[in-house]
Structure formats: structure tokens, C-alpha cells
């Protein structure tokens, strides 16, 4: 079936690194989103791209879709303690009369003070 | 606004008990509703969702099974758990007719530990 890599799995930076998170698929995505899990919380809902070549930004968190659709990524500039959590990505396809949304595995990130 | 909750928040169970968690959501009408299971350390593994009541799609075959008696209300079961079974299981809510199209919003859990 489907299915969304994600890389590295695990990432420990200085707080003040910057971080990047890639999300890879096989097949053609209709869309990705991405979201974020602290420790011992729940994911929460970050960004979402659809186009081609999007790129979108939130304070210091810049998302990237590929041209061919077929991969993300989520680049964090200068970390900070708040950014520790999971970052996972969640890839859409065309599949069925919903669609469907396959998750990454998700890359932990540790930030040291 | 819309909320999820999802009880209890931990549970400690033996093996070859039944399973019961409950999942409600208030403020929104025919939401689309999931199961996942976070096994320690792992990513989200997709379990069961449901476009409506009484429709249920399984993603895993597995030891569990799903009911959607009401609109917004997903319940999750085991006749017989398993030590495998042990994890965090999280219950999520999209709004609207596509699942690849919107966002999920995850309820806070339930960590099981079956011994």
C-alpha cells in the first residue's frame, strides 16, 4: 500500500540550529499536511499544502511541497525549546470517494539549551 | 466551538480482558471519525474511521473492533486483550466530505497498558 517516509527519525540540535524534517512518498500526493506532538500530548494540526512547488511560512517554520507533488518538507530556523515534539507529515491521495491521509512516522526533536 | 474527548485517560488492563474507549465529539454534525494507536515512540498507525453512523472502515486486521452508534460518538473494542495491544490510542475528528483534504483534530488520548 501507500506509503509516507519520513526522515530522520530522530534529530538533536542546539537551541539556536536550525531543523529540517522530509517527508517522501512513491506515489503522487493530492495534498500534505503536517502536525506536531509534545511530549505526552496529542498532534496538532500545523499547515497544509496542495499546489505544486508551495511553500508556506509560519514564523520560523518554513513547508515546502515538491514540484512532482511527491514530497515535503518542514525546515524550523533557529530552534527553541518550544519546538521540542514530533513533527509528523501526513500525505493525501486521490484514492476512493474521500480519499485518504497516510501518516509519517514522524521525526522526534530534542533542542538542548 | 468544537471539542473531543476521549475517556479514560489511562487504563491498565490484563490480558484477555474486554476493552471499551469512548470517543464523543461536541460542535459539529456528521464529522468524519478515527482511531489511531501510537505505539511508545512510533508514529500514528490508522486503525479504523467512519464517514457516518454505522459505517466503519478498517485499516489493520487486528484484535479490535469499532462502533459508531451515534453521529459523534466512536467507540473502540476488544472482546480479548492482547499485550500487543498496549499503546496510545488516539480518537480524531475532519469535518467535511474528503478525509486527504482536511485537517484532523486528535482528541488527548489514552494510553493502554495491558500486563
Known amino acids: 500500500g501507500q506509503q509516507v517516509m519520513q526522515i530522520p527519525q530522530y534529530q538533536h540540535v542546539q537551541e539556536g540550529e536550525d531543523f529540517t524534517t522530509y517527508c517522501n512518498s512513491s506515489?503522487?500526493?493530492?495534498?500534505i499536511q503536517w502536525y506536531k506532538q509534545r511530549p505526552g500530548g496529542h498532534p496538532v494540526f500545523l499547515i497544509q499544502?496542495?499546489?505544486?512547488?508551495e511553500v508556506k511560512k509560519q514564523k520560523r517554520l518554513t513547508f515546502q511541497f515538491g514540484e512532482a507533488k511527491k514530497n515535503s518538507s518542514l525546515h524550523i530556523t533557529a530552534t527553541q525549546t518550544t519546538d521540542v515534539g514530533t513533527y509528523f507529515c501526513?500525505?493525501?491521495?486521490?484514492?476512493?470517494?474521500?480519499?485518504?491521509?497516510?501518516f509519517g512516522k514522524g521525526t522526534k526533536l530534542s533542542v538542548k539549551p | 466551538s468544537q471539542t473531543i474527548h476521549q475517556w479514560p485517560a489511562t487504563l491498565v488492563q490484563p490480558v484477555g480482558s474486554p476493552l471499551s474507549l469512548e470517543c464523543t465529539v461536541e460542535?459539529?454534525?456528521?464529522?468524519?471519525l478515527y482511531w489511531y494507536r501510537q505505539a511508545a515512540g512510533r508514529g500514528l498507525q490508522l486503525l479504523f474511521y467512519?464517514?457516518?453512523?454505522?459505517?466503519i472502515s478498517s485499516e489493520v486486521p487486528q484484535n479490535l473492533s469499532a462502533s459508531r452508534p451515534q453521529d459523534r460518538q466512536f467507540i473502540l473494542s476488544s472482546k480479548k486483550l492482547l499485550l500487543s495491544d498496549s499503546g496510545f490510542y488516539l480518537c480524531?475528528?475532519?469535518?467535511?466530505?474528503?478525509?486527504?483534504?482536511?485537517?484532523?483534530?486528535f482528541g488527548p488520548g489514552t494510553r493502554l497498558t495491558v500486563l
Open positions: 506515489t503522487t500526493l493530492s495534498n
Open positions: 467512519s464517514v457516518g453512523i454505522g459505517q
Open positions: 480524531a475528528w475532519s469535518g467535511g466530505v474528503s478525509i486527504s483534504y482536511n485537517e484532523q483534530f
Open positions: 460542535g459539529t454534525s456528521n464529522p468524519n
Open positions: 501526513a500525505g493525501g491521495n486521490y484514492g476512493g470517494s474521500q480519499g485518504n491521509l497516510i
Open positions: 499544502l496542495v499546489k505544486s512547488g
